[in-house]
């Protein structure tokens, strides 16, 4: 590799202008489907059932040892400054805030993003997408919309389910198993979670990495090579990527949160 | 169209999520216990509010009775210019007075307010102008620190 030339310097930035071309112009393709996605609104639930449904036993479970844990975790830190009433309120401004949108969107992007890919990289490498050309069928309106909006409408429903079962996890350990008082449990994660500012901005993020998880995938599978490597790659990158994207993401939707 | 299976399953996944999300904004957040009809606004001006903030709550004998609505700061006077919005069913004497007070040893400051004796009451618009400001812990320990050096040589004589 004689990457200190210059020509090869070049030609590397002008490639990685390209991906990145192609990249935000399926994401703007997606983004303008909205109208042709939903005026099929068969095709959008069909992935709803599929990214959404089947996910929920993972999400659910997931979401339960979570709260196990995090009100465990809490218990000890807390009890020791003599404030374990407060475990209510940690574990639910962890769960609504962090952890429930970005653990939900990691697990959705290793339950359904790598399906995702696998299906469009196969479909590739098959030539259906080429066929659905040659038919006048658009397969960016016909197959890639219909799972990006499907995705985009599971995401924050998955997070919302995580976020609820985590507290019953926490509230399981912190009141039935450890003995909290369930009164001052309640009462002070009512006093301090916001229905805005806190349930609010969980939301929002976990519609902003669904965005984020289904594009990826999304973008993977269709610029796979058409190969069965191709495609093994590809899913491997989209689990990468999505997760990077994901945490990295978050640290920049909670500063901006924090600055507002 | 075409009614199918996967609709019900699917109308279950957005109910179970809604639900969810319904759960989370009334048992932990407690949407219902907001109060959506503003109270009456009060101002007050305080000579130190210490750590008091925004939506701290206004506390009659415990009882929460209004919220701090906005804190700002007159360069008239130099002093806080605080309002409070108190809540409609509660009513106070004209002349109430207000305290800066702190629930615990380190917890959160909030605004006591006790009844006066006046037959009128307070309404919308009115200001407080009995007020007292939040404890400093500085301005305590320097007071300490001044009327013990104060009477510090007397005591040295006092002594046998």
Same mark, same amino acid.
């Given at each position: *590799? ?63 040892? +979570? ?25 639910? $401004? ?17 339950? !359904? ?20 050309? *040659? ?9 890639? !919309? ?9 995401? #924050? ?10 507290? $019953? ?29 806190? +349930? ?25 090579? #058409?190969?069965?490597?191709?495609? !093994? ?15 990295? $993401? ?11 | ?20 999300? =319904?759960?989370?904004? =009334? ?6 216990? =907001? ?8 101002? @007050? ?9 925004? %939506?701290? @709550?206004? %506390? ?13 700061? &007159? ?19 004209? &002349? ?29 618009? &009115?200001?407080?102008?009995?007020? /007292? ?9 320097? /007071? ?17």
């Amino acid at each position: *590799m004689s990457w200190y030339k210059p020509s090869e310097l070049g030609f590397a930035v002008r490639s990685q202008l390209a991906d990145i071309g192609l990249g935000a112009r399926l994401f703007l393709r997606l983004l303008a489907s909205i109208g042709t996605a939903f005026k099929r609104p068969a095709l959008v639930r069909d992935q709803i059932h599929f990214m959404g449904n089947f996910s929920l036993a993972i999400i659910a479970v997931s979401g339960v040892f +979570v709260g196990f844990v995090l009100g465990l975790q809490g218990y000890y830190t807390l009890q020791r400054y003599g404030s374990s009433e407060a475990l209510g309120l940690l574990v639910a $401004l962890s769960l609504v805030r962090e952890l429930g949108p970005v653990i939900t969107a990691l697990l959705f992007a290793g339950r !359904a993003g790598t399906s995702l890919t696998a299906e469009i990289g196969l479909m590739k490498a098959g030539e259906q997408l080429s066929a659905m050309e *040659m038919m006048a069928v658009d397969p960016v309106q016909r197959i890639l !919309a219909p799972r990006f909006w499907g995705a985009v409408v599971a995401m #924050p429903l998955l997070a919302a389910v995580f976020s609820a079962v985590g507290i $019953l996890g926490g509230w399981a350990v912190g009141v039935l198993m450890i003995g909290i008082d369930a009164g001052s449990f309640w009462s002070q994660m009512q006093g301090g979670v916001d229905v805005w500012q806190d +349930v609010g901005n969980g939301v929002i993020k976990s519609v902003v990495f669904g965005f984020a998880v289904s594009f990826i995938a999304l973008l993977q599978g269709f610029e796979a090579q #058409p190969t069965p490597e191709g495609v !093994a790659h590809a899913t491997t990158r989209t689990v990468v990527m999505a997760s990077l994207t994901v945490l990295g $993401l978050d640290f920049v939707l909670t500063a901006m949160m924090f600055s507002i | 169209m075409q009614r199918s299976n996967t609709d019900v399953w699917v109308g279950l996944f957005v109910l179970l999520g809604g639900a969810a999300l =319904l759960f989370l904004a =009334l048992q932990s957040a407690n949407l219902l216990s =907001l109060n959506f009809d503003k109270g009456y606004a009060v101002t @007050a001006k305080f000579d130190n509010i210490g750590g008091l903030k925004p %939506k701290a @709550a206004v %506390k009659s004998s415990g009882v929460v009775v209004g919220r701090v609505d906005g804190i700002t700061f &007159d360069d008239k006077t130099f002093q806080a210019k605080v309002t409070l919005s108190m809540d409609k069913r509660y009513t106070f004497p004209k &002349d109430s007075s207000l305290k800066i007070l702190t629930s615990g040893l380190l917890g959160e400051q909030y605004v006591g307010i006790e009844a006066g004796a006046d037959t009128a009451n307070l309404a919308a618009g &009115d200001a407080i102008s009995t007020t /007292q400001s939040a404890v400093v812990l500085e301005n305590l320990i320097s /007071q300490f620190l001044y009327s013990k050096a104060a009477d510090g040589p007397s005591a040295d004589k006092a002594k046998p």
